[in-house]
């Protein structure tokens, strides 16, 4: 049985005064409690310079933080660049690697999502890899052709460490659209990266969350968060509301 994994994805959205705001808040409407008793995951990736605050907020809750990108060098002349073990420095837990975002506005390709993920493995930490198709390929009919190749670059260098990462589904489509696939479409995505990963190693596969990610909201997130292979959530716009956030990690239940 593969425990709940809901993440936080707060993007580019956030200041000191209003982080504080939304963590007092999900503090204060127990979610921490909510993961603890469930021994769900749960987490928040919050960006970069706002680490320090949000890990000093979550210290002696239930909830974990993580980060929203990472370097796939060690150090060195990489000017703008976060190295995992600067992040780890800091206690970060999670790394979301290979989000479309980064993939659309930083032009990653899937051989540097999986060194992000190799780094990221390499400092401790756990790497919440992104795939998913866009709305062209979806319309195409290859949802499941794009998916696999970005799935495959990360089996082909992380070889026997897969079982220690996060796997997310996000279709390009329904990210900040309220668009959503059906949750057989979704589970359909899922079962197929689970079948390449057993293939790949069997036992990982069973134990590998894959999350879904994309419009996932209190009102379509039951639905979706039964299907059998649907192990969680990352979630955009409403981890930005404190209720919102409780209801869909109460969602599963
Ligand atoms: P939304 O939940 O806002 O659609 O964003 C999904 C996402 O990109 C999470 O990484």
Known sequence: ??????????????????????????????????????????????????????????????????????????????????????????????????????????????????????????????????VGETESEHDDGKTLVVVRRQLQAVLDLLQGQIASCIIAYEPVWAIGTGKVPSPQQAQDVHRELRLQLAKFDDEAASKVAILYGGSLKPDNAKDLLAMPDIDGGLVGGASLNAEDFLALCQASQ
């Not at 979610?31 to 979550?58: D, G, I, R």
Request: aromatic share 6%; net charge positive; with cysteine.
């Open 1 to 130: 049985m593969r425990p709940l994994t809901i993440i936080g994805n707060w993007k580019m959205n956030g200041s000191l005064e209003s982080n504080q705001a939304l963590i007092q808040s999900i503090l204060s409407l127990g979610v921490s409690e909510f993961a603890k008793n469930s021994k769900a995951q749960v987490a928040l990736c919050v960006p970069y310079p706002y680490l320090p605050q949000v890990s000093h907020l979550l210290n002696q809750s239930s909830i974990a933080w993580g980060a929203q990108d990472v370097s796939d060098h060690p150090n060195g002349a990489y000017t703008g660049d976060v190295s995992a073990k600067m992040l780890q420095d800091f206690g970060c837990r999670y790394v979301i690697v290979g989000h479309s975002e980064r993939r659309q506005f930083h032009q990653e390709g899937d051989g540097l999502v999986a060194r992000k993920a190799k780094a990221t493995l390499q400092a401790n930490m756990t790497p919440i890899i992104c």
